[in-house]
């Protein structure tokens, strides 16, 4: 059963291009193409994959904030 979408809704909010930065920096390998700075002993790659996901995590709580409908 088809159901017609509603009028009200628009996903098209400019937070939403905030959520590309979490795609883009992974993929940019000058930032994590040496092995220091060692955190912990740990090389730059590893801990910058972790900071990688609290950017995700927080881009997505930003969006999430900005976007949604207030009652």
């Known amino acids: ?3 017609t979408p ?3 809704r628009s996903d098209r ?3 939403n291009w905030l ?3 979490p795609i ?3 993929l940019l390998p000058f930032l994590f193409n040496f092995d220091g ?3 912990f002993g740990f090389p730059r790659f590893y801990w910058l994959q ?3 996901i609290a950017v995700g995590v927080t881009c997505t709580t930003i969006v ?3 976007t949604k409908r207030r009652r």
């Open 6 to 8: 509603d009028k009200g």
């Open 13 to 15: 909010s400019p937070w």
């Open 50 to 52: 972790l900071a990688f």
């Open 19 to 21: 959520l590309v930065l």
């Open 37 to 39: 700075p060692r955190l």
């Open 24 to 26: 883009i920096l992974p």
């Open 64 to 66: 999430y904030q900005m």
């Open 1 to 3: 059963m088809l159901t």
